[in-house]
């Protein structure tokens, strides 16, 4: 289908507020450009060839001005989200326009034709700031990894986050399980494992199973596919773009999906028992893991056989400390009968992750048992 013309919107029938991207430009050839880019992306953008009414300028998500506006628009007032757009070749006098318009970015077309998109995508999903990622990693097999990321999910919905829970290890036996929740409805990774590209997030979201008020993305009962490193890739990036918490269970041994889903964390924990040999299982993931996450920190299970301090255990790996979680009675049972670990909102593993996401995640103080 042809892309409208610019003499085809009338500026009367758009109202402010709309949600579409304002394109102001009477460029015939860049407007066509603009108009195909949103059409892609099913962003309904208003278009204009003159400078807009003010009311319009501000309320629009993101401005697409083209560089022939430039002196029409920079009496305008100044504005986040206003993307000045050239047609022709990277001339320093786009730049100073830039400058002075204070533009967000200075845009050569077709060259920044993917970063476009990508930006005008955000637009259309509301996209805002980054979620925060944490990854759990076990220190040795069988630490509690799983189980402490559960309750961190759990922990931040009750805090009254977005939350996402993605489970990195196929062989883990499914983290929709300890939710209690595998037989829920939803897409597992199987399902996700051809996804390339770009990853709606919304749509993501409300494909997934939602345990507990968690959005969680695990495995099915059967064999376990391989999962390129692409696929954690883009559906990582959709996660984080809707903001909040994702939290990501990772194995011990990290494979190039792992390693993935590592190069777009924010921080990590690892989870060791207070036992000499998990120390010493521990400083291999240690070094692993922290080769690629600069923030990775130590959460120590006590108590252990010999009495060593979780002090001691973090500095003999070289980690800071992220704090002590001791024994809760009934965490093996609530499992069983698919209760989510950290519901006991007074129990020790809850208090951790209260603690833990009130010092990373802001807003967490003062969330509320559910």
């Known amino acids: ?68 506006q430039y002196e029409r628009c920079a009496e305008l007032p100044r504005r986040p989200g206003v993307l000045l757009l ?34 005008i995508a955000d637009v259309v999903e509301g996209v805002g700031p980054p979620a925060l990622t944490v990854a759990v990693l076990g220190g040795r097999g069988g630490a509690g990894a799983s189980t402490l990321a559960c309750a961190l999910a759990v922990a931040a919905v009750r805090a009254g986050h977005r939350t996402m829970l993605i489970d990195g290890d196929p062989l883990g036996g499914g983290l929709d399980v300890l939710l209690g929740g595998e037989g829920a409805d939803g897409l597992r990774w199987p399902d996700l494992a051809d996804a390339r590209g770009r990853v709606n997030s919304a749509e993501l979201a409300q494909a997934l199973p939602v345990l507990h008020r968690i959005s969680t993305l695990s495995w099915d009962r059967g064999a376990a596919p391989q999962v390129p490193s692409a696929a954690m890739r883009c559906v990582l990036e959709a996660a984080r773009r809707r903001g909040g918490l994702v939290v990501l269970d990772l194995p011990r041994q990290l494979d190039p999906v792992a390693v993935q889903a590592l190069e777009q964390t924010d921080t990590g924990l ?9 120390l010493a299982a521990a400083g291999r993931v240690a070094a692993t893991a922290g080769a690629r996450l600069a923030d990775l920190r130590a959460v120590i299970r006590q108590p252990g056989p010999v009495g060593l301090r979780g002090a001691e255990i973090a500095r003999g790996l070289g980690l800071p400390l992220a704090g002590e979680i001791t024994h809760e009675a009934g965490l093996t049972l609530d499992a069983e009968r698919g209760r989510p670990p950290g519901q006991r909102s007074g129990g020790p593993l809850a208090r951790f992750c209260a603690a833990y996401l009130n010092e990373v995640l802001p807003g967490t103080e003062g969330a509320t048992a559910s």
Do not use: N
């Not at 690892?270 to 998990?278: N, Q, S, T």
């Open 270 to 278: 690892l989870v060791i028992p207070a036992e000499v040999r998990a």
């Open 1 to 68: 289908m042809r892309a409208p013309t610019i003499d085809q919107y009338d500026p009367t029938v758009h109202e402010p507020g709309s949600g579409g991207p304002l394109i102001l430009t009477g460029d015939e050839q860049l407007a066509e450009h603009l108009l195909k880019l949103c059409a892609a992306v099913g962003a309904e953008p208003q278009l204009l060839a003159t400078a807009p009414p003010r009311r319009l300028w501000e309320a629009a998500p993101i401005v697409l001005l083209g560089d022939d």
């Open 86 to 119: 050239s047609g022709g070749p990277d001339h320093c006098e786009v730049w100073v326009r830039g400058v002075q318009l204070g533009a967000e970015q200075v845009l050569f077309l077709p060259d920044a034709q993917s970063w476009l998109l990508d930006r």
